[in-house]
């Protein structure tokens, strides 16, 4: 009963304290709101449009006060008040101040909005005074607008008798519920009252304290609420340890934890101190209590040694799976191997080297001779070590050195302490010597072995201030050096294949740029970081000067990539050896893809790289025009830039990749200026993972937008701005810088179709001869002329043209209106005609036929430093002298 009455007082106190807050509060909020009403009402009037012109016109009280006397009603103020800017009423709610000075309103007069509880006449309200400004931001006048204190006490004491309502009825209800939660109490306490709960108390505290483990009691808040003796002695607690944290106890970063998580924990051994100590966590809430554990404390310090064997064996399964993650990143012998000696040292001896045998850096298979090998990784812990450097030659020749056994056993060897074991000391005695006066004092030699082929060999070594190696330490280090044996021996057959892939894609590829003088050219091939694709290039001498480009890509990596390439680049050659036009002969290649990826699907072969989808651009440049025809399959256009170095993109038609089929090939052609630069490349030079295509385009234009560089310094500079370090893709680039054939080395005949203008045709092409100074060829030349021209009029169809060009060498050509394509036979004896073309191929050293989109050119070529010596038994076999 005393309780309830107390507790019925303490209400008393805090509802009688709560009301007066409340009447506080009300009276302020009460003030507040009228001061934001005065200031919207002063403000608002005082900003109205017509207030200035009002206080500026000869009778302002007249104008301003029925509009203020009707603002004061629509606001809910007492009063608006204009006054003059030196203070005198010109308009009141009380007629009788007009004319009155106002006090207190001198900020306003000075341009200052404020609002203030007002105290003095004509009467105390809370008011906001408000200056009035011309167009000139001077001020005029002022309006003044409030609310009287005793109407803003008004509304607060309208509101008092609801308040204390609410205060008695809150002290009833407080009442009350102290009065349920003390019958709750004795429900739960089953009756008992302050001495029997003390007595239980005392009971309880007993029995805590006397049992032999130790208990902790900590609340939701991490705090101690409870420890017994037990506890306090295990975990070594300051007398001061209720309430305060457990993260101030300094119980180990491991117990902390674990009390801090709040999850129920069984046995769990937990360092404290010098104690091992068996740890048990139960959060107190699920069992009706507050937010909280209990922890149970069992001291179980005979199982230290125990737990230390536990620890270093876990500690070395940590120790080999960080190894297995961090050796053999990369497909680089080398780096393998130093990733080795990088993981070992310091956590598993103080200095470790790895020795190779050279076939294996070599990426070749390993060789039986493994008693020589070279040193590949070296990692100390401390500099000015005597171990010889990485790339020196280690042999092992003395049978009686741990090495040699090792090799001869195939598994590790222990040397626990150097300083007593002599066979070691066998093969080099003066380097020995000078180990051991650095202090290394153990170590452990374990073969490397992959497929139950030796690749090499690792020493593990410690000086004097480490543990020496013991029996465990081997199982350790065999494991170690077993799993880097795999790594070294996937990187050294990664490296082979690689090796054979690269070699394979640069034997397919222009082995050198073949000599012309239209174009002077410089390429470049980098491969992917991931081995080689299927890019490449050509450049393609043709009759007539001419120059075809070539750049393709195709669709993967790897060896295959490279065969596929090998293949589509021999069909270009062929074809081109044809002189078709750009767009044929992409629609004779898209053909062949599509038969030989149809005889391939046929015949099931999986490891066959497709050749569909792979991309094309095939360019034909011809000196005596400027101009370069061009069509691409799925390719990227090609930049142009002209001698002023402006770039540009042109608008070459696209067709789709090679094997889709369907669409015809369409060319493009472009007139170059002398001195333009033509730049084709495949896909991997402006794209990668961090840059688009457009962005790669911008890049490659601004690069190659230089008047003074060559080629081949236009091939550096894309490579250094646009593949840094490893592309992802492999890359061909080709860079061409046109020439115009001299006007002057071109003479053109246009001949009447008519036999008998044969010889003044052939008489003025051997002055022309005559002037160029090549009477050594004019025989030779006017004998192929004349067959030539014949075989047109006789066999062929008008207009009918004779060219000649003079390069490097000299060439014929002989057009005519017909496609009818002549050929080279044997004549029989009875024949009267058939060896023209026959005298043709024994005068010159090579001629073919071209046809144009009108016609056909039988061309015949020339060389200038030594004329063509023909067969003379077979010419006079032939004319059957």
Same mark, same amino acid.
């Given at each position: @009963? ?62 301003? /006060? ?27 709610? $009380? ?37 009035? %400004? ?34 008695? =009825? ?70 001061? !340890? ?50 909280? #554990? ?37 497909? $680089? ?86 300083? &007593? ?35 090499? @060999? ?25 799993? !880097? ?14 090796? @054979? ?69 021999? !069909? ?95 060319? =493009? ?10 730049? *084709? ?17 911008? #890049? ?19 490579? /250094?701005?646009?593949?840094? =370090? ?49 009477? =050594? ?31 490097? &060498? ?9 496609? %009818? ?41 020339? %060389? ?10 077979? *010419?006079?076999?032939? @004319?059957?002298?």
């Amino acid at each position: @009963m005393q309780v309830f009455l107390l507790q019925a007082l303490i209400m008393l106190v805090l509802v009688a304290v709560g009301a007066s807050a409340l009447l506080v509060q009300g009276r302020y909020d009460a003030e507040r709101s009228a001061r934001d009403r005065s200031l919207a009402a002063a403000e608002s009037f005082a900003h109205a449009p017509g207030t200035a012109l009002a206080l500026q016109s000869p009778d302002p009280t007249a104008r301003l /006060q029925p509009a203020a006397e009707q603002a004061r009603k629509g606001s809910y103020v007492d009063f608006i008040s204009v006054l003059d800017k030196h203070g005198i009423r010109l308009t009141d709610s $009380d007629p009788a101040l007009i004319g009155t000075k106002a006090q207190g309103v001198g900020r306003a007069a000075a341009g200052e909005t404020f609002t203030e509880t007002y105290h003095g006449r004509p009467s105390d309200a809370v008011r906001a005074v408000v200056p009035v %400004t011309d167009a000139s931001r001077r001020v005029i006048g002022m309006v003044a607008a409030g609310i009287r204190y005793a109407n803003v006490g008004h509304v607060l004491n309208r509101q008092l008798p609801l308040l204390l309502g609410a205060a008695g =009825g809150t002290l009833v209800l407080a009442t009350g519920g102290a009065a349920l939660v003390s019958r709750r109490l004795l429900r739960q306490t089953h009756g008992l009252g302050p001495a029997e709960m003390t007595r239980m108390y005392e009971h309880h505290d007993a029995v805590l304290h006397a049992v032999r483990e130790g208990v902790l009691i900590v609340g939701g808040d991490e705090r101690v609420l409870l420890a017994n003796d037990e506890a306090r002695r295990l975990l070594d607690l300051p007398q001061d !340890a209720d309430r305060r944290l457990v993260t101030e106890l300094g119980l180990g970063a491991a117990l902390t934890r674990l009390l801090g998580r709040g999850e129920a924990a069984s046995d769990e051994v937990i360092p404290a101190g010098d104690r091992l100590l068996a740890v048990n966590v139960r959060p107190t809430a699920p069992y009706g209590g507050a937010q909280g #554990l209990v922890a149970t404390f069992r001291d179980t310090t005979e199982l230290r040694a125990l737990s230390g064997q536990a620890e270093l064996a876990r500690g070395r399964l940590s120790f080999l799976y960080e190894a297995g993650t961090r050796i053999g990143t990369t497909l $680089d012998v080398r780096r393998t191997a130093e990733e080795l000696a990088e993981v070992a040292v310091p956590r598993m001896a103080d200095f470790v080297t790895v020795e190779l045998l050279d076939s294996v850096l070599r990426g070749e298979e390993p060789t039986s001779a493994v008693h020589e090998m070279r040193r590949t990784a070296l990692r100390a812990s401390q500099a000015g070590h005597p171990l010889q450097p990485v790339g020196d030659v280690i042999r092992f020749v003395m049978a009686d050195t741990p090495m040699a056994a090792a090799l001869r056993r195939g598994k590790a060897v222990l040397v626990p302490d150097l300083n &007593t074991a002599e066979d070691w000391r066998a093969q080099d005695p003066e380097g020995a010597r000078r180990a051991l006066d650095y202090g290394i004092c153990s170590l452990i030699t374990v073969p490397l072995r992959a497929r139950g082929v030796i690749l090499g @060999m690792v020493d593990f070594w410690r000086r004097t201030g480490s543990p020496r190696f013991e029996e465990e330490d081997v199982a350790v280090a065999e494991e170690l050096v077993a799993r !880097a044996a795999v790594a070294i021996d996937n990187a050294r057959r990664y490296s082979r294949e690689h090796a @054979m892939a690269v070699t394979l894609q640069r034997n397919l590829l222009p082995l050198g740029l073949p000599e012309q003088d239209v174009l002077e050219i410089a390429s470049r091939y980098l491969p992917a970081q991931s081995g080689v694709g299927g890019d490449w290039f050509d450049v393609i001498p043709l009759p007539g000067f001419r120059v075809a480009l070539v750049v393709g890509d195709i669709v993967g990596h790897g060896m295959q990539a490279a065969v596929t390439m090998g293949r589509l680049r021999t !069909a270009v050659l062929n074809f081109s050896s044809l002189d078709l036009a750009p767009d044929e002969l992409l629609g004779h290649l898209d053909e062949m893809v599509t038969r030989l990826d149809t005889q391939a699907a046929t015949a099931a072969d999986d490891d066959r790289m497709p050749l569909t989808g792979a991309t094309c651009l095939y360019a034909i440049y011809d000196p005596v025009c400027g101009r370069c025809t061009l069509s691409r399959a799925g390719h990227l256009a090609p930049a142009v830039v002209d001698p002023q170095g402006r770039v540009t993109f042109p608008e070459v038609p696209l067709s789709p990749p090679l094997g889709v089929g369907g669409h015809p090939f369409e060319a =493009g052609e472009l007139d170059l200026p002398e001195g333009s630069r033509l730049v *084709l490349f495949t896909d991997g030079l402006i794209e990668n993972r961090g840059r688009d295509i457009d962005e790669g385009l911008e #890049l490659l234009a601004s690069t190659i937008a230089h008047t003074d560089r060559t080629p081949d310094e236009t091939c550096r500079a894309l490579v /250094q701005a646009m593949l840094a =370090g490893h592309p992802t893709d492999d890359v061909a680039l080709l860079v061409a810088r046109t020439r115009r054939l001299n006007p002057a080395c071109v003479a053109t005949w246009d001949v009447p179709f008519d036999v008998t203008a044969v010889p003044q045709v052939r008489g003025e092409v051997g002055r022309q001869l005559a002037d160029w100074q090549l009477e =050594g060829v004019a025989f030779a030349t006017e004998l192929i002329l004349s067959e030539l021209l014949t075989n047109a009029i006789r066999y062929g169809a008008p207009p009918v043209h004779v060219r000649l060009l003079l390069g490097r &060498t000299l060439i014929c050509e002989v057009s005519d209106g017909s496609n %009818t394509s002549p050929r080279l036979r044997r004549a029989a004896t009875t024949d009267e005609g058939g060896r023209g073309l026959f005298l043709v191929s024994q005068f010159a050293d090579i001629w073919g036929t071209r046809y144009a989109a009108r016609g056909k050119v039988i061309w015949a070529e020339q %060389t200038l430093d030594h004329a063509a010596e023909p067969d003379m038994s077979a *010419l006079f076999d032939v @004319m059957e002298l």
